[in-house]
């Protein structure tokens, strides 16, 4: 079993749409929990980080956390096309290690 | 403008070449991190260190050598590479590794490592 896993993409929205982005992880004592993203060619840039179980909101952007289910997810709300690139969830195990998820490919069609 | 300064952007190299990567951060942080990015794939954790002492190797060959002179600087010395390495090599840096409640990496825009 992978450490941290995502919803294969590629995912397709249209802009003005709600992305839905999904992340599992294995380790239980997993601490904290985050969101980058990666435009093609560039490093990856935080978007959100979330430690508590609930929701956290920010702009567009809602993180969600569900520590018995071992589950996160990023919604992003009113998608634009400036939204598409390859959304990382990483994650802070219990031997504080931050380990990436294959990431998932987002595409905003205008 | 990212406060996590990667020098070069790209690098081209030998196989029989000595080299060296360098990072250098603004933001008193005292964890950093060198993770290496190959395309399409996610980063992968190379070294950590804390405190400037060397907390994490996964266990990366000797080829790759890290070093941390001070809380500000990180450096990964490249020797006898195979074309196999060529990879983004991306540098971060986190406000301290065990602290609860913590642990965002704030990555340098990368080097791109190509050896010939």
């Known amino acids: 079993q992978k450490e941290v896993e995502q919803n294969s993409g590629p995912l397709s929205v249209p802009e003005g749409a709600i992305a839905s982005l999904n992340c599992t992880y294995s380790d239980r004592g997993s601490q904290s929990f985050f969101w980058y993203r990666q435009y093609s060619g560039k490093s990856p840039e935080l978007i959100m980080f979330?430690?508590?179980?609930g929701d956290k909101e920010d702009g567009r952007f809602t993180a969600q956390l569900n520590k018995a289910s071992q589950y996160v997810s990023l919604l992003i709300r009113d998608s634009q096309p400036s939204d598409s690139a390859t959304y990382l969830c990483?994650?802070?195990?219990?031997?504080?290690?931050?380990?990436f998820g294959p990431g998932t490919s987002l595409s905003v069609i205008p | 403008d990212t406060e996590v300064t990667q020098t070069p952007k790209h690098l081209v190299m030998g196989m029989t070449n000595k080299k060296s990567l360098k990072c250098e951060q603004h933001?008193?942080?005292?964890?950093m991190y060198w993770y290496k990015q190959k395309a399409k794939k996610p980063p992968e954790l190379m070294f950590v260190y804390s405190y400037e002492k060397l907390s994490i190797n996964e266990s990366v060959p000797s080829r790759f050598s890290p070093e941390c002179p001070n809380s500000s600087l990180l450096n990964l010395h490249l020797h006898a590479l195979q074309p196999e390495d060529s990879a983004l090599y991306l540098c971060?840096?986190?406000?301290?590794?065990?602290?609860?409640?913590?642990?965002?990496?704030?990555f340098g825009e990368g080097s791109r490592l190509t050896v010939l």
């Open positions: 990483a994650v802070k195990t219990s031997y504080d290690k931050v380990i």
């Open positions: 979330i430690y508590s179980n």
């Open positions: 971060a840096s986190s406000q301290e590794r065990r602290a609860q409640g913590t642990g965002e990496l704030f």
């Open positions: 933001m008193g942080h005292r964890a």
